[in-house]
C-alpha cells in the first residue's frame, strides 16, 4: 500500500476511502446487530413522543408484532395512567439535563399482561445543539418487583408466626402423664420459671364452673369424636383473678392405637371475650337501671315455666309493677328526675328480692319480678306488700321529695300456662285491674280479668269506629260569672253516642284515646265543632259568648296545635279572645317546646287555662312565667267547702295568690248554694257546676242558660236541687 500510496497517490486514497467505508459499514452493521438483539429494550422518540425508531426487544415488550406497527406510536399510551404524570416530569428532566434518572413505571403494552420496567433516557441534539431526539433504554423489571413482592409476603407470614408465639405451647405425654409447659404458656399466667410437669398445673387453675367442659371436650377428643380440642375457659393466674383463655390441641396416634401425645397452644382471650361479655350484658339489660330487660326476663320465665310443667312440685309466680302516676312525676319534673326515679325504684325492688328471683325493668314505669322455685304461695303476697311499702317510702329527686305508690298484677304458675308470654299478660291484666281499682294495691289474676280485658280491646276498635261513623257529639256546660250572674261562656264536653251502649262519658274512654293517640284526631273535631258553634250562637245575638275546649297533654307537645287553632278560627271568623284552652298540670309547662306553644298561642290572642288546678304538681310559682288566663280549681277543693277547715283555707289562699298573680278563678263542680257562697265571699270569679246546670246538647244550652242565670243573683235565697237535664 505504502507503493501504491507513492506510485499512484488518487489509487490509494481510493483503496482507503472504500477500506474506511466498509469498516464504518461493519461498525454499523455490528452496532445494528448489538441494538437488534440487546435483551433490553432500545427506542427513539421525537419530541412530540412519537415512537421513530426501536430495537426486537422493544418491539416485544410493546407487544407488537412488526416495526412497522410500532414505529410511528404516541408513546405515552403504554404508561399506565397513575405513572404518566411522574414519568413526563422525569423525561422533561432528560430533556433539560441531557440524561434521565432511573424511572421506573407500569407498562401497558398492546398485548399481554401489564408489566414494570424501568427507563433511563438519553438527549440526542442535533447540529445547532437543540434537542432532538430521546433515546430510551427500557429493562423488564416484572420479575424482580414480584420476587420482592413474594418476600414481603413471606416477611409478612413470619412476623406473623412470631405474633403466634404470643401462645403457650404445651404438650402431654399421656403414657408419662407429664406435660410440658412453654416459657410462654408460664407467663400467661403469671410465672416465670418454677412449675411441675404435671396437668395438674393447668387443670387445678381453670375455673370449677369450666372445668367440667373442658374434661369433657378433652375425652371426646382423645375418644375420637372431635377433629380437633377446642375450648374456652378461664384461668387462675398468680394474682389471684381469672382470665379467659382458648385451648387449641390436637393428639398425635399411631395408625390405630389409642393415642399416646395430646398437644397444643393456650391463647389468651380475656379481652375479646370481656368485651363479648358486655355486649351480651348490654343485649339483655336495661340501660338506665341496669336491671335485666324484656327478653332476659322472658327467658328466665320461659324456664320456669319448663321447670314447674317437669316437676309437680315446682312453681313460680310474676308480679307485674306499674307506678302509679308516673306521668306526673315525669312530666312535671323533667325526664331526668324520673329517670332518677326509676333507678332508685329499681334498687329498692332488688332489696325486696331473693337471689335466685329476677326483676327486670320491661319499659317506662314498668317492672316485673319473677319468683321462681316457690314453696309457699303467702310469700307471693307478703313480697308484694313488702313492695308497696318499700315504693311509698320518699323518693328524693333533685332537692324535692317525691311520693309514689305502685299497682301490682300477679299472676301464679299452675293455670297450665305454656308460653312466658301468656303469664305476662295474664299479670299485666291483673295490674290494670289494681289500677282501675285506684292503684297502691296488688291483685292476683283470675279468669274474669280475662274478659275485662277483651272488653278493653273491643273498646279500642269501637273508638277507631266512633271518629269515621260521627259518633261524637259535644255538650256545652255554662261558666257563669259570680259578680254579674251571667253565663260568660260554655265548656265543650265530649260525649260517645254509642250505637248500643248510649252515651258514654269522657272518663270511659279518654285515656285510652290518649294512650292511643286517638286523642289527636278527636281533639281536633272538637276544636272545630265548639268553634263552629259559637260561631252560631255569635249570629244568633249572643256575641259576647265564649268557648272552653280540654286540650290533652299529647296534642300540647305538638306545634301545630297553634296553626291549627289559627286556621280554625279564621274558618269560622271567630275573635282568638272568644276561644279558649283548657290545658292540665300533666303537662310539664316548664319545657321549651310548651312554652313556645303557649307563646304562639298568645300572640294568637287566644286565652288558656289552667284545668283541675291542684292535682298536679304545678304551683302557682311556676304559672306566673306563663302566658295564662285563668285558673280552674278543681272539684276536689269544692267538694269539702264548709266541711274541712284546712281545706276552705288552702282554696281561700290558692283565690289570693291567683289573683295576685293576674289570674281569673274559676271553681268547677259547684253543686250547693253553701259552696257558691263561700266561693263569692272569697272573691272567686266564676263558677261552673251542676248548680248553674250540666252539660247540655248545644241545641238547649241558650235555653237553659237564660232559665238558669237568676240562680247566682237569687242567692241567698232558697237551697235548690240541682235540675236533671236529660241527655247528660
Ligand atoms: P274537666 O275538663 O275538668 O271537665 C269537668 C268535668 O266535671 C266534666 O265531666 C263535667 O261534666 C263534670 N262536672 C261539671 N260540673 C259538675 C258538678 O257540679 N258535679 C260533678 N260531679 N261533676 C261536674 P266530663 O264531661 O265527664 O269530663 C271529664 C273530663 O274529661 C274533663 O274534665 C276533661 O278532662 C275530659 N274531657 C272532656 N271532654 C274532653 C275533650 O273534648 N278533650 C279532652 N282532651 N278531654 C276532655
Ligand atoms: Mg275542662
Ligand atoms: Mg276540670
Known amino acids: 500500500l505504502y507503493f501504491v500510496r507513492r506510485a499512484f497517490p488518487h489509487v490509494a486514497m481510493a483503496i482507503e476511502h472504500k477500506r474506511a467505508e466498509e469498516t464504518l459499514q461493519k461498525q454499523h452493521d455490528f452496532i445494528k446487530t448489538v441494538y437488534d438483539s440487546a435483551p433490553d429494550a432500545i427506542l427513539t422518540v421525537d419530541l412530540e413522543n412519537i415512537i421513530i425508531d426501536c430495537n426486537q426487544a422493544a418491539i416485544e415488550i410493546f407487544g407488537f408484532d412488526s416495526k412497522e406497527d410500532f414505529v410511528g406510536q404516541l408513546a405515552e399510551q403504554f404508561i399506565h395512567p397513575e405513572d404518566l404524570e411522574r414519568t413526563r416530569v422525569l423525561l422533561q428532566h432528560a430533556v433539560n439535563e441531557g440524561v434521565s434518572k432511573n424511572i421506573e413505571f407500569r407498562l401497558l403494552p398492546m398485548t399481554g399482561p401489564e408489566r414494570f420496567v424501568e427507563l433511563t433516557a438519553g438527549l440526542i441534539r442535533d447540529e445547532e445543539q437543540q434537542p432532538q431526539f430521546l433515546v430510551g433504554h427500557l429493562v423488564d423489571t416484572t420479575q424482580r418487583r414480584r420476587a420482592e413482592e413474594a418476600l414481603r409476603i413471606s416477611e409478612e407470614r413470619y412476623s406473623l408466626a412470631m405474633l403466634g408465639a404470643k401462645d403457650g405451647l404445651w404438650d402431654w405425654d399421656l403414657n408419662t402423664n407429664k406435660v410440658y409447659y412453654s416459657q410462654r404458656w408460664k407467663s400467661m399466667i403469671g410465672f416465670d420459671g418454677t412449675i411441675g410437669d404435671s396437668p395438674e398445673e393447668w387443670l387445678g387453675r381453670v375455673h370449677p364452673d369450666d372445668l367440667p367442659q373442658l374434661m369433657a371436650d378433652i375425652n371426646a377428643h382423645l375418644f375420637g369424636s372431635t377433629p380437633q380440642l377446642e375450648n374456652e375457659y378461664r384461668i387462675r393466674v398468680v394474682e389471684g383473678h381469672y382470665r379467659w383463655m382458648i385451648v387449641r390441641g390436637i393428639a398425635i396416634r399411631k395408625d390405630g392405637e389409642r393415642p399416646h401425645r395430646l398437644a397444643g397452644s393456650q391463647t ?238 269522657p272518663a270511659e274512654f279518654i285515656e285510652l284515646a290518649e294512650e292511643t293517640g286517638l286523642i289527636v284526631p278527636i281533639g281536633e273535631w272538637i276544636l272545630r265543632t265548639a268553634c263552629q258553634q259559637l260561631a252560631e250562637w255569635h249570629q244568633q245575638g249572643y256575641p259576647d259568648l265564649r268557648v272552653a275546649v280540654n286540650i290533652s297533654a299529647r296534642q300540647f307537645q305538638n306545634l301545630e296545635l297553634p296553626n291549627l287553632v289559627s286556621r280554625v278560627l279564621t274558618e269560622y271568623n271567630i275573635k282568638a279572645s272568644n276561644l279558649e284552652l283548657e290545658i292540665t298540670e300533666r303537662i310539664d309547662l316548664t319545657t321549651p317546646l310548651v312554652e313556645e306553644i303557649l307563646n304562639d298561642l298568645n300572640m294568637l290572642g287566644v286565652r288558656v287555662s289552667i284545668d283541675d288546678f291542684g292535682t298536679g304538681y304545678s304551683s302557682l310559682n311556676t304559672l306566673k312565667h306563663l302566658t295564662i288566663n285563668n285558673i280552674k280549681i278543681a272539684q276536689a277543693f269544692v267538694v269539702p267547702i264548709g266541711m274541712q277547715k284546712e281545706n276552705d283555707l288552702i282554696l281561700a289562699s290558692i283565690i289570693q295568690m291567683a289573683h295576685n298573680l293576674g289570674f281569673e278563678v274559676v271553681a268547677e263542680g259547684v253543686e250547693t248554694p253553701e259552696q257558691l257562697n263561700f266561693l263569692r265571699g272569697e272573691g272567686c270569679d266564676m263558677i261552673q257546676g251542676y248548680y248553674i246546670s250540666p252539660a247540655v246538647p248545644a241545641d238547649r244550652f241558650i235555653t237553659v242558660c237564660e232559665g238558669r242565670q237568676g240562680r247566682i243573683s237569687d242567692l241567698p235565697g232558697l237551697v235548690d236541687v240541682p235540675v236533671h237535664i236529660p241527655g247528660d
Open 268 to 505: 389468651d382471650i380475656h379481652d375479646r371475650k370481656t368485651a363479648e361479655q358486655r355486649l351480651i350484658h348490654d343485649a339483655l339489660h336495661d340501660a338506665l337501671t341496669e336491671l335485666p330487660n324484656r327478653v332476659l326476663f322472658m327467658d328466665r320465665l320461659g324456664q320456669a315455666i319448663k321447670r314447674a310443667s317437669r316437676h309437680s312440685d315446682s312453681s313460680f309466680a310474676v308480679l307485674f309493677l306499674d307506678l302509679d302516676r308516673f306521668k306526673v312525676v315525669n312530666d312535671s319534673l323533667g325526664h331526668l328526675s324520673g329517670d332518677e326515679v326509676l333507678i332508685q325504684i329499681a334498687r329498692r325492688l332488688e332489696k325486696c328480692l331473693r337471689g335466685e328471683d329476677t326483676v327486670a325493668r320491661l319499659s317506662g314505669d314498668e317492672f316485673a319480678v319473677l319468683i321462681s322455685d316457690l314453696q309457699d304461695p303467702t310469700y307471693v303476697m307478703r313480697i308484694a306488700g313488702r313492695i308497696q311499702q318499700e315504693i311509698a317510702q320518699p323518693i328524693a329527686v333533685s332537692g324535692q321529695q317525691v311520693f309514689m305508690t305502685v299497682s301490682i298484677g300477679i299472676a301464679l304458675s299452675g293455670t297450665g300456662y305454656e308460653t312466658a308470654e301468656e303469664v305476662l299478660r295474664d299479670a299485666d291484666t291483673a295490674m290494670y285491674r289494681a289500677k282501675a281499682m285506684g292503684g297502691d294495691r296488688h291483685v292476683v289474676f283470675d279468669q274474669r280479668m280475662h274478659a275485662m280485658a277483651v272488653e278493653l280491646l273491643h273498646l279500642e276498635t269501637d273508638l277507631r269506629q266512633a271518629l269515621e261513623n260521627n259518633q261524637f257529639v259535644a255538650h256545652y256546660q255554662p261558666i257563669c260569672s259570680i259578680k254579674t250572674g251571667k253565663v260568660v261562656g260554655a265548656e265543650a264536653l265530649l260525649r260517645w253516642q254509642h250505637p248500643i251502649q248510649g252515651l258514654r262519658r
